[in-house]
């Protein structure tokens, strides 16, 4: 592997791993004068550097976002410089076994999730990336025409974490002696159907050692909101010892890391994001919505994401100034009457029957105030202006640039992304 390609591999993972940020770089000596290092700029936003090959200059790469970057993606882009060095060592074994996938811009993303996850550095060579390997492969496989899935729960203090179990929600069952990890794991179809991912994981340790299976006590006391928000997860991971993480298959071709119900990691394409649920708080909060209202709208915005759900919303500036609709996805009588029922509604009320996603998800425009009650549902409305601005993108793209032009705007894809608009601008993307 040359120089060249470490570092369009880094600068490509790094694109996927911290979204939204403009990513720059120049050849040029770095203060102060050391082969690699970090820095905290104006404004939130992140310089580092590194050498990326013997008797090399150093290359600077300065990321930067309008709203800043959270701690959590400083944690991340603070381990590249070492990470830089390790690879490009003589003699790296890492350097080696990541030769092939750095060239095809895949691997450095690995590299850093597995450091991410060992703050400790009790891992060196990243060896419990295999963890999340075995579940990348099975994310593409089916069984009996269902997608199959399975997950972990790992720890680095297998006692003080199994002591604490009693009080988390969930149950364990430990197995009668250790099993060793192995890349097979996934081989029989029992390994993945006693363990699903959404209500049971096999719990590991350090050692990559599997001791035995957490259970979920009571699975149905949560919605699909709440359970696509990970809020199912927080007994495993909140205040329990040995810097516990949970990763398991998505409800599609992905792979979940989970190390807090804020902070995630997502595996897909191919490519790691790091996904900080506290940039879309702090985005909510600039418009005025209160804390409760922020929670129960991230949860919303994810649970469609996840769930394959499409969707337009609106928060608008003003309550009394909204896009003009040009027509209704239903016309019909019923329409009309369900419409009547549902708008005034507060997005608590709805949440509390799990109607909530049923009706963003509908198509046309959904327009909720800034205190949580719905003003309209099932808008056309006119995108001409949004037109003007991009030439490409679906309806629900342009209908989406259309409405921000009055506030908020959020745009679910079905395959996925969420989009944030405000007057016209891109502000955030997950």
Not at 182 to 197: E, I, K
Request: aromatic content about 8%; proline content about 5%; some cysteine.
């Amino acid at each position: 592997m040359t120089p060249a390609q470490l570092v369009e591999g880094v600068l490509v993972s790094l694109g996927q791993l911290i979204p939204n940020t403009r990513i720059r770089q120049q050849i040029e000596a770095a203060p102060p004068l050391t082969s690699s290092g970090f820095q905290v700029t104006e404004g939130r936003n992140v310089r580092l550097w590194f050498c990326p090959g013997p008797d090399q200059e150093p290359l600077v790469i300065s990321l930067e976002r309008e709203m800043g970057l959270t701690d959590r993606e400083m944690d991340l882009l603070r381990l590249v410089p070492p990470a830089i060095a390790e690879l490009s060592s003589a003699g790296s074994q890492a350097f080696l076994g990541l030769g092939l996938k750095f060239s095809n811009k895949i691997g450095f993303g690995d590299l850093l999730v597995a450091r991410f996850l060992d703050p400790e550095k009790a891992d060196p060579e990243g060896l419990r990336i295999g963890l999340l390997a075995v579940l990348q492969d099975l994310s593409f496989r089916y069984y009996e025409d269902k997608r199959c899935s399975s997950g972990f729960c790992f720890t680095s203090d297998l006692e003080a974490f199994t002591a604490a179990l009693s009080a988390s929600g969930f149950l364990y069952s430990p197995f009668e002696t250790p099993v060793d990890f192995h890349y097979d794991l996934f081989s029989s179809p029992a390994s993945f159907r006693y363990v699903d991912g959404r209500n049971s994981y096999y719990v590991v340790d350090a050692q990559l050692k599997l001791h035995g299976i957490v259970r979920l006590k009571n699975p149905d006391q949560y919605s699909l909101v709440a359970r696509l928000r990970n809020q199912h997860l927080k007994g495993l991971l909140a205040g329990m010892p040995g810097q516990p993480w949970v990763a398991f298959v998505g409800l599609r071709e992905e792979v979940f890391v989970i190390v807090s119900p804020e902070v995630q990691l997502k595996w897909s394409r191919n490519h790691w994001q790091l996904r900080d649920r506290s940039l879309l708080f702090t985005l909510l909060a600039r418009f005025g919505l209160a804390t409760d209202l922020q929670e129960l709208l991230v949860s919303l915005f994810f649970a469609l994401s996840e769930g394959g759900l499409g969707a337009s919303i609106l928060i608008p500036e003003d309550s009394a100034v909204l896009p003009t609709a040009i027509g209704k996805i239903d016309h019909t009588e019923v329409g009309d009457h369900l419409r009547a029922l549902i708008q005034k509604q507060h997005i608590a009320e709805l949440n509390a029957t799990n109607s909530l996603l049923g009706i963003v998800s509908s198509d046309g425009l959904t327009t909720i105030s800034r205190d949580g009650r719905i003003l309209r549902c099932g808008d056309i409305i006119d995108i001409s202006r949004a037109a003007l601005l991009q030439s490409q993108g679906g309806g629900r793209s342009q209908a989406g640039i259309a409405a921000s032009f009055f506030g908020l705007s959020i745009k679910i894809s079905q395959n996925g992304p969420v989009s944030f608009w405000h007057r016209g601008e891109l502000l955030l993307q997950f």
